[in-house]
């Protein structure tokens, strides 16, 4: 069934935080399986937060919720990367293809089947894009903090450089260890810098393949 072949893109930057008693495991209908402390029920979505912000799940997409005794272990979850979209979109662009010399079956359930498989993807494109959004804010703002450290201990720097009353040496140390912590700022900055412009990246990623999934969902309706 094509609904086993949905690309689950979760952007689940999740470093879950040990807790006592029970957590949840939220089973999707591809087989995938999300570990989470707590969830909402929204009606038509689950709800649940990660440290990177909160993640919806359209109902549609899950087969069960479960609960389990014990304690999530820390760990860090898969962190998609440009190479691992680019494989994405060619197997994708394959899928395509194949689907359009196939030839086509008089079955309304077929029909059904893959409009409300398309409807997934498109479903969880739009989850993704969302929270990479929320994500690029969080390292903007980020950013400015960082920024804001660094004007102020430059601003540090030059009125110690402006001191003809304490001694030169104690002076200079003390100038040492405040450029030792802007090349760190400086360092941060340039760091996220890059987070940006990946997380930009995988937007417009995200973005072009919603594209044509919706053209996909077009053709098939």
Do not use: C
Not at 91 to 96: H, R
Not at 175 to 195: C, G, P, S, T, Y
């Amino acid at each position: 069934m094509f609904r086993k072949t949905i690309f689950m893109l979760l952007f689940i930057f999740l470093i879950p935080i040990s807790v006592p008693a029970a957590y949840y495991t939220i089973q999707l209908k591809n087989g995938n399986n999300i570990d989470v402390d707590n969830y909402w029920d929204l009606k038509t979505k689950i709800k649940y937060y990660t440290q990177e912000g909160s993640i919806e799940l359209p109902k549609n997409i899950i087969k069960n919720i479960s609960s389990a005794e014990g304690s999530l272990a820390p760990k860090i979850s898969f962190y998609p990367t440009d190479e691992y979209f680019d494989k994405l979109e060619q197997k994708q662009q394959t899928k395509d293809e194949l689907l359009s010399t196939e030839t086509p079956v008089a079955s309304q359930s077929t029909d059904d089947d893959i409009s409300a498989d398309i409807k997934d993807r498109i479903s969880i494109m739009e989850i993704n894009i969302e929270n990479l959004h929320k994500n690029k804010n969080t390292y903007l703002s980020q950013q400015k903090n960082f920024m804001e450290q660094k004007q102020i201990l430059e601003k540090r720097i030059e009125n110690y450089q402006e001191d003809t009353y304490t001694d030169p040496d104690v002076v200079n140390t003390k100038i040492n260890r405040l450029l030792q912590q802007v090349e760190k700022l400086d360092n941060n900055i340039k760091a996220i810098d890059a987070k940006v412009r990946q997380t930009e990246n995988l937007m417009e990623k995200q973005k072009n393949m919603k594209q044509r999934l919706q053209k996909q969902l077009a053709n098939a309706l």
